[in-house]
């Protein structure tokens, strides 16, 4: 069932249409502006050359901080203006973005004493407008009472402060931002990739082909943005744009485990390069990460090294019962962080340097180039491309409509009435990380209405299709007619987190797989489900079938 994706290509194919603006990219950048371009009522274009959220917008650390590390080196304004996106994000996706509290482990001998980055994290929370709870100093007893799993024995102190973080998962809420410029009016679709984009008598034309059916056609705009991630550099060469940004490269890897212990709090910790080092709660596992290793290459892939550096951390930094080896892992994350910067010479210090965005524009062919970025800061994204498109004379006819967040409290209010009327809670699995009624409105929002009318009508929609995975029959359906799903693994991977809490041994041998195919690909379900055997291929036999 790929009928969304075929619209949306034949009408992008319509030879006469020109778009006010196309965005090359499905990341956050590229998700965002879409998005806020498309409620404000430009006509907007979208394409990625894999899948929505496909690099680094799922691979982060899942979570929504202001910026804490950037307090040493002294960027207090760059603290103070995250701070101040994390708060709006928090008010804007509360069922989504929610606090957290961060419990950091300062050992001996570290560059500061204990009690000096506690006065930090009190500075932190003065910037951050008090939005949060406040941090409290801990001695290594305090510690050990409170996370029991923390290794004490050569901690000078510690202290518990708030951010925020990602509930559910980073691909799923940048896709959320694509279904919303789709709502709006976008034509979005992924797997299509730009060969070539050049500028004829004030439009764009871009070459463009469907990766999956070899399909050329050419998408024409007023407007090009190049919002492809890490390969911004690589696309401007091609639309021979000259940019003042350039992107560096510094990869970061994340093990997923089963969860080390009981608290829903983040552990945080400086590693063995100096560089902060968390335990996250994901659902009923534990992501562990990050390293942080430059590389001059965006497509990258976890090393045995990088396993280790993460393995040895752990068990260095936690108190446990039996070390965590290579077995235990279920999952991994790995992606680059596209760094901006200014001119220089290609060499920078990982630790301190930045994750600020920067946009740069070319008036004169109507280009702009989005360079770094995070999560956090998504909403000044979307809001300030906006503003620079209006700027080259495209019209914006409801330019202060507010076109992010999530539905309004009466949408929300008729949702868990209608839920509890129908003890919606009543069909949670076994073993889910949440109640059913919260799950479906973080995901889905104002839409889950229509799971509960699929699951009133016929209560067998409410099954578990798949062992060990919490998505339902009816939500399986809905991502099938709107969220795009076009392989096997956008499902699992992206749409869903089914395949970083569930071995792929266990998800290919699930019986409900076969199930879900057909929903998602009917006369196609056998080819997409070898497709994405295919793709894991190795990683389903031997000690550790991640």
Not at 106 to 116: D, E, L, M, N
Not at 342 to 349: F, I
Not at 413 to 432: I, N
Not at 442 to 451: D, H, P, W
Request: charged content about 25%; hydrophobic content about 35%.
């Amino acid at each position: 069932m790929m009928d969304l994706r075929t619209s949306n290509i034949e009408r992008l194919q319509q030879s006469a249409k020109v778009f006010d603006v196309l965005v090359l990219g499905g990341g956050v950048n590229g998700a965002v502006s879409a998005a806020s371009l498309a409620a404000k009522g430009a006509s907007v274009a979208l394409i990625d050359r894999g899948d929505f959220a496909g690099l680094t917008s799922s691979n982060s650390s899942n979570l929504a901080w202001g910026g804490i590390k950037y307090l040493e080196s002294h960027e207090y304004l760059l603290v103070n203006s995250l701070c101040k996106s994390r708060n709006h994000l928090m008010r804007s996706y509360p069922s989504t973005v929610k606090e957290i509290r961060f419990l950091t482990t300062i050992a001996k001998g570290f560059r500061f004493p204990s009690w000096f980055v506690y006065l930090g994290t009190l500075f932190y929370w003065i910037i951050g407008r008090f939005f949060t709870q406040a941090p409290d100093y801990m001695t290594p007893r305090t510690i050990k009472q409170r996370e029991p799993a923390v290794r004490t024995d050569n901690a000078a102190g510690g202290f518990e402060y708030s951010d925020a973080y990602l509930y559910d998962n980073d691909a799923r809420f940048v896709f959320n931002f694509i279904r919303t410029s789709m709502n709006y009016g976008c034509v979005a679709a992924n797997y299509v990739e730009s060969t070539d984009a050049v500028r004829r008598d004030g439009v764009w034309e871009v070459a463009a082909r469907d990766t999956l059916t070899g399909d050329e056609f050419t998408i024409r705009s007023k407007v090009l943005i190049n919002a492809c991630g890490p390969y911004v550099d690589q696309h401007n060469q091609l639309a021979e744009q000259q940019t003042a940004h350039r992107h560096l490269f510094s990869k970061g890897i994340h093990l997923i485990i089963d969860r080390v212990t009981k608290e829903d709090r983040i552990l945080a910790f400086f590693a063995s390069d100096g560089r902060l080092f968390f335990v996250i709660p994901m659902g009923n596992k534990t992501s562990v990460g990050t390293t942080d290793t430059q590389v001059d290459n965006p497509a990258v892939e976890v090393t045995d090294a990088d396993r280790q550096f993460v393995l040895d951390n752990i068990n260095e930094l936690l108190d446990l019962e039996s070390p965590i080896t290579f077995d235990d892992v279920i999952a991994e994350r790995c992606g680059v962080r596209p760094l901006a910067q200014k001119g220089g010479d290609g060499v920078a210090d990982w630790v301190k340097l930045s994750r600020k965005h920067a946009v740069d524009v070319n008036q004169g062919d109507q280009h702009l180039s989005i360079f770094g970025g995070k999560t956090t800061d998504c909403i000044n994204v979307g809001n300030e491309v906006a503003e620079l498109v209006q700027g080259m004379g495209v019209e914006l006819p409801f330019e202060d409509y507010k076109w992010y967040g999530e539905d309004d409290d009466s949408v929300r209010d008729e949702f868990y009435h209608q839920a509890k009327l129908m003890d919606l809670d009543g069909y949670t699995v076994e073993g889910s990380s949440e109640p059913l009624t919260q799950r479906l409105w973080r995901r889905y929002g104002g839409n889950a209405l229509e799971l509960l009318e699929d699951i009133r009508q016929n209560p067998r929609q409410a099954e578990r299709l798949m062992k060990n995975a919490e998505y339902l029959r009816c939500e399986i359906e809905h991502t099938a007619r709107h969220e795009m799903v076009t392989k096997l693994e956008d499902f699992l991977r992206r749409r869903s987190k089914i395949t970083q809490v569930v071995r792929n041994r266990d998800i290919v041998h699930s019986p409900g797989l076969k199930e879900a195919c057909k929903i998602f690909f009917g006369d196609q379900a056998e080819a997409k489900l070898q497709e994405y055997i295919d793709s894991v291929g190795d990683r389903l036999d031997g000690p550790n079938p991640f």
